[in-house]
């Protein structure tokens, strides 16, 4: 009897769970994939930090009140000669490149008509390539920096050439902007430990120094197609662009090293100590900028842009009367500054414009700098003749521009 009743018992919970098990359908869940998030830490760590952040008070500087002053409000009211537009050049110090191929973009039209956007990072490229070489051949005495001359370019394009920025951009897919610190940092980081062994071994620092421009900055071209043809980057400079790099030269105006002769700019800028810069007079200098700009020709200027009187939400670049009178402004008062290094040269802009107002010049420039593209104007300065009388120290420009004063230079 006993058994029986177990019987019906065990009968009774099968026929229980039969019933359950066809009265719910078996169901499949799905997965995905989100970023997991914890608010309530967040809101814990940020109260942390602000517990735990110092109170610092912010830097301020000391500049120019521009509010009773009358400066150009747009780049329109300026005559110009054809450039490109302005373009950033990111975090790097390759300002030297960004106006030095703007320069070469607008001699391109001027001379031929023809309007072309070129590679900067190409230049670039190489111009690593060959500080490191100096760098080994001068057994680590010669200047590494991410900074050089507008000639500089010049020499990139005798030794290897130039390319569109079709065929070469220097920029990873999905880059926005040119970084280089990191770059910048491992090849001078690698070169230091060069120097601290000893090993001058040219061709494997090349290689090295090579490896780390290709991870960055992508392998440059050798050859391209370009509009239906094929060149190699000598071919494009010789037979596109029909530019003679030879037709460049230098013009700057120091009282030291006395006028009239070819001289080396002492900067660190120009790293390989080029002698060619064609010194002369300051009224000779100025004479030079303002009749080239109003003659069809457009320079780079190179020369300190760290000043009171220059405002990147107004695009403006002046001498405040606080600094120095307009009157006052002389070979002296210029050579002063560079003597004492408060005048450096720490910028390369391209100078494609100008106005005349008052019985003063205005000069427009392009600038590839992050503070010109904070005012109304983008990626634009209005220059006042004073400022670049006092603080520009060099232009790079055709000879025949200036032919009258390379006739008097020994």
């Not at 997965?31 to 608010?39: H, L, M, P, R, V």
């Not at 660190?268 to 030079?288: C, E, T």
Request: charged fraction near 25%.
């Amino acid at each position: 009897m006993k058994f029986f009743k177990n019987s019906i018992i065990v009968l009774l919970m099968l026929l229980v769970i039969s019933i359950y098990s066809n009265g719910q359908s078996e169901t499949k869940n799905k997965g995905k994939f989100i970023e997991k998030k914890n608010e309530f830490w967040e809101e814990i760590k940020t109260g942390i930090d602000e517990f735990n952040k110092k109170d610092t008070k912010k830097k301020i500087s000391y500049v120019m009140d521009f509010e009773d002053v009358n400066i150009p409000k747009s780049d329109k009211d300026f005559s110009q000669q054809w450039h490109n537009p302005p373009i950033s050049q990111g975090s790097t110090g390759t300002c030297w490149c960004f106006c030095s191929t703007s320069f070469f973009e607008t001699e391109a039209y001027r001379i031929n008509k023809t309007k072309i956007k070129l590679s900067e990072m190409f230049t670039v490229y190489w111009q690593y390539v060959e500080k490191a070489r100096r760098f080994v051949r001068e057994r680590g005495e010669s200047e590494f920096g991410e900074g050089a001359q507008a000639n500089a370019t010049k020499e990139m394009y005798k030794q290897y050439g130039c390319v569109p920025a079709s065929a070469y951009s220097g920029m990873k897919p999905g880059q926005k902007f040119h970084d280089h610190s990191k770059m910048f940092g491992e090849m001078r980081s690698y070169l230091n430990k060069i120097k601290e062994s000893n090993f001058w071994v040219e061709e494997e620092v090349l290689s090295n120094i090579k490896s780390i421009l290709d991870y960055y900055l992508l392998v440059p071209p050798s050859k391209f197609e370009f509009e239906g043809k094929t060149y190699t980057p000598k071919e494009f400079l010789a037979n596109y662009l029909k530019l003679n790099p030879d037709d460049y030269v230098d013009v700057m105006s120091l009282l030291e090293p006395g006028y009239w002769k070819k001289i080396v700019y002492d900067v660190p800028d120009n790293w390989w100590k080029d002698g060619s810069y064609n010194n002369v007079p300051l009224d000779d200098y100025m004479s030079v900028i303002k009749k080239a700009i109003k003659n069809g020709y457009t320079m780079d200027l190179g020369g300190d842009v760290s000043e009171a009187g220059i405002e990147s939400h107004l695009n403006v670049a002046m001498v405040p009367s606080f600094d120095i009178p307009s009157t006052y402004i002389d070979e002296y008062a210029r050579q002063f500054r560079f003597s004492n290094n408060t005048t450096t040269d720490d910028h390369g802009i391209h100078l494609v414009g100008y106005k005349e107002e008052g019985g003063k010049t205005w000069f427009l420039i392009k600038d590839s700098g992050s503070g010109a593209r904070n005012g109304k104007a983008v990626g634009y300065y209005f220059f006042h003749e004073d400022y670049i009388k006092l603080k520009i120290m060099s232009i790079f420009i055709h000879k025949s521009a200036v032919e009258d004063i390379l006739k008097k230079v020994n």
